[in-house]
């Protein structure tokens, strides 16, 4: 390989992944040496550990002759080795081969890509367009009218956005959805509340809150009744009152309007805050009535309806009763519970036994509609509506076995979509309720988280003075706290909430993020006027960059693109956030070697240039994530 043209190799895209011009240089060397077509040589080309560029694991070919032969045949120069424009060194390892990148070429290729965003190349570095022409519907959020946004909620919220983005930055079309539970007897009972404690200012004060009242308060009428085993009037009000509902009763939905509305402008607000936005605001009300009997059609079509008696759903209904008391209402087990309204008429069910999921209702014996058949005909309407090429959802793993019964019926119903959905799971959150037990609504965690900030910048009065916006800053880094407590583990895995580690300052938090930001944004303002990047960075001498450091810093940043595209993969946030931690720990280990102020003008030039790329990198992972970059705290 003479010059530096490279072949194209599907699945390389250096234009957008810079490294990938040394993964197809090392292809070709090893296609040449070990006979390969190019394509399995490329796709044998990893990232490598510590201090290597990238490794091969030759047993990984299946080729017939010895390890340490075919490392030879690899390394040796008789054979292929040469260092070139890409490479320029290969060591063998058994059963490893190690590839070193000649670094002038690793600094002009990443760091000229960085720059050049995102005008000549279409996409911003980091992006790519590997989802062109495709659309996902990623529903998440989701939190129930009437009852707390609690810490699932906020979690689908964070995790569902940062999906979002990373589809977005993939290339996709993205519908981004939440799926308000809007719909069922509890509105019934809603109503009744509404008519004994509601009231009109508070309402339009504060919908959410309110309405968590008026709920919390008809509730306890309700189960005094039951307790005192007086006559059920309560609850027999709201199954009437949702019965009108459901048939369609103008003055009773109008009422229920009213609620939805301003529950969704109150939602808005702190999404907003939140820096999270919704294309659609679905909801199990909006599920349609000719969907959902098209639903139950075909389920009886295709011989899938038996009947639950209320023995079965009896029991059905303590199990999850137990579900109930250890955490969160559901919208699920209440309609479970209602699937079985002690006796009266017969309950259909879809048998799911011989795929160990129970035995799910679809249909109360009222006839009235339930969860899961709103999901069931919702997935339909959206489909019809969007043609989606893939469906998230978003949801904890308290409904792992809702979500898998729902699909499970999907796929029996032969549905042409029913292999483009997936359940993001995610584990809960400990230690998000108050000391009595109740739960905190979204707002006061993010003011706690807030406070926190700002008391903490008020303690350094110098740099305090100089912040523009304190309230503004504060409740930024009260969030990127908050967020990245929550993306920092893998999204199996539940946590402990814990106000007082996530707000500080020392390991890996949020805050530390926001500061290794401002950081890099205030290296340029302190050496400006003096020193200043050319517009052209072709003009720059990266050879100057000799430092050990400054090539580790270089290729992390080039790493970025790669980043983004396994995160896709594994749907983790937290492949991102370590990026970020990584990346933050290297910038924060080289101040001391590669300082800027009071140098030879070229190479401070140089050396700004390299932590200027570093902020807008660190910028846009953060962004990713939906965090709000800070240029001052
Ligand atoms: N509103 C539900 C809850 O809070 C979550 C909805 C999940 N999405 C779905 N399509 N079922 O429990």
């Given at each position: ?149 609690h810490a699932g909620?906020l979690r689908s919220?964070i995790i ?167 955490g ?68 904890g793993d ?27 799971s995610f584990g809960r959150v400990n230690g998000m ?12 965690i ?35 706290c908050v967020k990245v407590q929550d993306m920092q583990a893998k999204r199996v895995h539940s946590y402990n909430f814990d106000p007082q580690r996530m707000?500080?300052?020392?390991g890996d938090t949020g ?61 983790e946030p937290s492949?991102?956030v ?56």
């Amino acid at each position: 390989m003479s010059s530096s043209v490279l072949p194209l190799i599907e699945g390389a895209d250096p234009a957008n992944f810079p490294l990938d011009s040394f993964k197809v240089a090392i292809a070709v060397l090893l296609s040449k040496a070990l006979d390969l077509s190019l394509d399995t040589a490329f796709s044998g080309v990893d990232f490598g550990r510590k201090g290597v560029d990238f490794t091969v694991a030759v047993p990984r070919f299946r080729l017939k002759s010895k390890i340490p032969e075919l490392i030879e045949k690899v390394t040796s120069t008789v054979y292929s080795f040469t260092p070139n424009h890409y490479l320029e060194q290969c060591v063998g390892e058994s059963p490893f081969v190690h590839f070193y990148v000649r670094t002038t070429t690793l600094f002009k290729l990443v760091l000229e890509r960085i720059h050049q965003s995102p005008a000549s190349n279409g996409v911003p570095f980091g992006s790519n367009w590997q989802g062109a022409g495709k659309k996902v519907v990623i529903e998440f959020s989701s939190p129930n009218i009437a009852k707390p946004f609690h810490a699932g909620h906020l979690r689908s919220t964070i995790i569902g956005t940062v999906l979002s983005n990373l589809f977005e930055a993939n290339g996709w079309d993205v519908i981004r959805m939440n799926y308000l539970g809007d719909w069922g007897k509890q509105f019934g009972l809603l109503a009744v509340g509404f008519k004994r404690y509601g009231s009109e200012e508070s309402l339009a004060n504060n919908a959410i809150m309110h309405l968590f009242d008026v709920y919390v308060k008809v509730n306890r009428d309700a189960a005094l009744e039951k307790e005192r085993g007086e006559p059920e009037i309560t609850d027999q009000k709201a199954r009437e009152v949702f019965r009108k509902m459901e048939s369609g009763d103008e003055s009773t939905l109008s009422l229920w309007r009213r609620f939805r509305e301003l529950s969704i402008h109150k939602y808005a607000e702190v999404y907003n805050r939140l820096n999270v936005r919704f294309d659609v605001y679905a909801g199990e009300s909006l599920v349609r009535s000719d969907h959902i009997k098209a639903a139950m059609a075909a389920l009886e079509a295709n011989n899938l309806l038996t009947d639950k008696t209320s023995k079965e759903s009896n029991n059905n209904w303590k199990e999850k009763k137990v579900a109930m008391s250890l955490g969160t209402l559901r919208t699920a087990e209440e309609e479970d519970a209602e699937a079985n309204p002690s006796g009266r008429g017969v309950a259909k069910a879809v048998d799911l036994n011989q795929w160990k999921l129970g035995k799910p209702v679809v249909q109360k014996p009222d006839g009235t509609t339930i969860y899961i058949m709103r999901d069931i005909a919702g997935v339909f309407q959206r489909y019809e509506q969007y043609k989606f090429d893939k469906h998230i959802y978003v949801v904890g793993d308290q409904q792992e076995l809702h979500v898998a019964q729902f699909f499970k019926i999907v796929s029996l119903l032969n549905a042409p979509f029913a292999d483009r959905l997936e359940h993001v799971s995610f584990g809960r959150v400990n230690g998000m309720s108050t000391r009595k037990g109740d739960v905190k609504f979204l707002d006061e965690i993010l003011d706690t988280a807030k406070e926190a900030m700002l008391a903490q910048m008020q303690q350094k009065e110098e740099k305090f003075k100089d912040i523009e916006d304190p309230d503004y800053t504060a409740d930024q880094i009260g969030m990127t706290c908050v967020k990245v407590q929550d993306m920092q583990a893998k999204r199996v895995h539940s946590y402990n909430f814990d106000p007082q580690r996530m707000t500080s300052f020392e390991g890996d938090t949020g805050a530390y993020l926001q500061y290794a930001h401002v950081r890099l944004c205030s290296i340029e303002r302190k050496v400006a006027p003096t020193v200043v990047v050319p517009s052209d960075p072709s003009q720059i001498n990266f050879d100057l960059l000799a430092e050990p450091k400054a090539r580790e810093i270089v290729f992390i940043l080039g790493t970025y693109p790669d980043v983004v595209r396994t995160a896709l993969k594994t749907y983790e946030p937290s492949n991102i956030v370590s990026f970020c931690f990584r990346l933050s720990h290297i910038i924060s280990s080289a101040w001391e070697t590669l300082i800027v102020m009071g140098q030879e003008h070229e190479l401070a030039q140089a050396r700004l240039f390299l932590y200027m790329s570093a902020r807008d990198v660190l910028g846009s992972a953060m962004r990713l994530l939906s965090l709000s970059p800070l240029t001052r705290m």
